[in-house]
């Protein structure tokens, strides 16, 4: 679509292009903000007046040098007015948090639900928390930009109709409109409601809430029950056509290997996800993970197992998508270096062979918020898209 | 970066969006576009009288129906004024085609190179080659746009510097600069010149020479010694941080597999490469073409293991970015269905398993020309790009 010559758009892409540059280079002045941009310094010296009084930006202490003349003053996010709520939808239980416009975790609140539990109930527990959290802002006199939640499925987004959720055991359910329909009933109105895929959301939460400069393409692992990506390209999500994009899964790792539960054979959740792992032992995660900390050789043996094929499976999507960084994430990420020292040398092992480097790889700061984490981010990264 | 209120860079994205509309909706008429983009009948009236003088649209002949009143106008792109030329590199030759706006091959012609020719004696020859389509297109009355170049390697897109290209043996050839240099010595100059990998353009070829709307994302799976592909995405091509995205003949598909030229072992290249499989019957390229013709059982054989491993491939790729289509090109296709069609059956069986349905998989239009006609189409992407 083009663009118009409606001024109140260029204004407000102008100030979103404002708000993304103090992000990623905090201590910016009005004047670097105009050279950066190409707007005059008048123009900005409105905007980022707008933007301060909006709640986006504030001003850092000028240090007082001795020297003549005014110092430019430094600019940078606001962490103190404005929030965002995220929401994670996991396979038995909900987590909600606020979050500042830096990334800060203000609030969070969890419940757990049976896996037979219907979406409905679910979707209602949810909408308490949240309700519970605006209340909480809005008592605080924070300013709540919205919501966004993140899900173990594929999602339409412009609907917000959750296409399958296979771990869930959901299909086409409407989690945007049932959300809203009991936010409404508890008196929480008006504000935006966004919904998306779990590792997308975490994905979006390494770049949003990020102080500096990222990786581009960032590409984000999610290691659990389910193992699930999110990508982040030239600041936007790579969904795919239905928005199934980012199921590495259930990329084949080998020939009629182990019955996956999606119904193929091999795929990459076999070796590496968390579910999967226990099984091999024939325990349950909370036992696969205290006989990895005591040292037990044939759950180590599993991880190294899976580990390896954990380590090319971010070979091959590195050598598919060549990202920038690779953010690992998810609850397997506690297993830590029997999975993830074993993945990070097979990785280095192939690129070596091949005389190539391996870009970073860090593991998530939000820990297990992730997804909740990332699904504030979603409404960040919603209000300060370009277009 | 923000949009400066320069009017200039509106009316030129106001103009790549018109063309863009009626590509993708050839007929559409001047009130059509002045709804779908929301710009006044007058500006669009204005624009699209602009276009028709620059040689991007023409007007459709109106069929006289008797009715009463003035018919809409229906535009479509003008294929008779505008061309780009676009060239190929390949591993011991060289393809220079001229195409029209509709994808149209006005001209082609070719080279070939011993392998361990100079890099720069490979481009004087294409730039020889460039300077007589130029010449040509002249004399025809015709108006260059710009000349694109697809290679068989990583390239670096602001620089137009070649990073790698191993079946070439080249690494760090200045590709832009060395063919701009010979260019002028050919008195060949102020024309636009861009580099890119051989399978991302040929993904574009796909996209800016449809005649209607096209699959996004698409994914251009390119099959020949090397194995790569290109995708785009909303419009633009996924580069990756270094432009090494698309490297799935690298991919890897078994654990202590075949080794590969690149120094790892079990590649996809290894398993679906033109080479690979020849090497594997201990003949040539052509030999291997001439005994799957003939139905040689060894050949075939070989090919159903390639094959299967295409599909795994083409599973993979999709688990991962979900394209809404994928495009099969290069000289593998002249194999045909003893290799396309097992991959094929391949990657049907894998998404039933799942009880998913694959997304359409066609050939490409340009056949062997996929990658020059590509590299024309880059010349579009470059001049269309909304900003």
């Known amino acids: ?12 892409i102008n100030r979103m292009a404002l708000v993304r540059l103090v992000r990623s280079q905090p201590g910016l002045s009005r004047a670097e903000l105009s050279t950066a941009t190409g707007l005059t310094k008048s ?6 007046q707008e933007l301060i009084d909006d709640g986006w930006l504030c001003e850092d202490t000028v240090l007082v040098t001795g020297a003549i003349g005014r110092r430019p ?72 930009l919205g919501i966004g939640v993140g899900v173990p499925g594929a999602v339409m987004e412009t609907s917000g109709v959750l296409a399958v959720a296979p771990n869930l055991g959901w299909r086409d359910v409407p989690v945007r409109a049932m ?29 949003e809430f990020a102080s500096g400069p990222v990786g581009d393409p960032l590409l984000y692992i999610c290691l659990g029950v389910g193992v699930g990506s999110g990508v982040v390209v030239g600041g936007r999500l790579l969904l ?25 054979s ?23 993970e205290t006989r990895v900390a005591a ?8 991880l190294t197992a899976g580990g390896r094929h954990l380590g090319v499976l971010m070979h091959n999507l590195w050598a598919m998508l ?49 997804v909740a984490a990332g699904a504030a981010a979603l409404v960040l990264h919603k209000l300060l898209q370009p277009i």
Do not use: W, Y
């Open 1 to 12: 679509m083009a663009i118009t010559g409606d001024q109140r758009l260029l204004k407000r």
């Open 43 to 48: 123009t900005v010296s409105l905007l980022v």
């Open 73 to 144: 003053t430094p600019l940078r996010l606001d962490g103190r007015r404005l929030v965002m709520i995220g929401a994670e939808l996991s396979v038995g239980s909900v987590c909600v948090v606020s979050m500042s416009l830096n990334g800060e975790v203000l609030e969070r609140e969890e419940c757990t639900f049976p896996l037979q539990t219907s979406a409905e109930v679910v979707l209602a527990q949810m909408a308490g928390l949240i309700a519970t959290q605006v209340g909480r802002q809005s008592d605080a006199r924070r300013e709540l």
């Open 179 to 207: 959300l809203l329909a009991a936010l409404t009933r508890l008196g929480v109105v008006d504000l935006p409601l966004f919904v998306q895929n779990d590792g997308d959301v975490a994905a979006l939460g390494e770049v």
């Open 240 to 264: 795919g056509g239905r928005g199934f994009a980012g199921e590495v899964g259930h990329m084949q790792m080998q020939a009629d290997g182990p019955r996956c539960s999606c119904g193929r």
């Open 266 to 288: 091999g795929c990459a959740e076999v070796f590496i996800g968390l579910q999967a792992m226990a099984n091999t032992l024939g325990c349950s995660i909370a036992e696969l």
């Open 295 to 302: 040292g037990d050789a044939a759950a180590l043996s599993v």
């Open 322 to 370: 060549d990202p920038a960084v690779i953010v690992l994430g998810g609850p397997a990420c506690r297993l830590g270096k029997p999975l993830l020292g074993i993945a990070q040398e097979t990785f280095e092992a192939l690129a070596r062979a091949a005389n190539l480097e391996t870009p970073p790889v860090t593991e998530s700061r939000f820990g297990d918020l992730s």
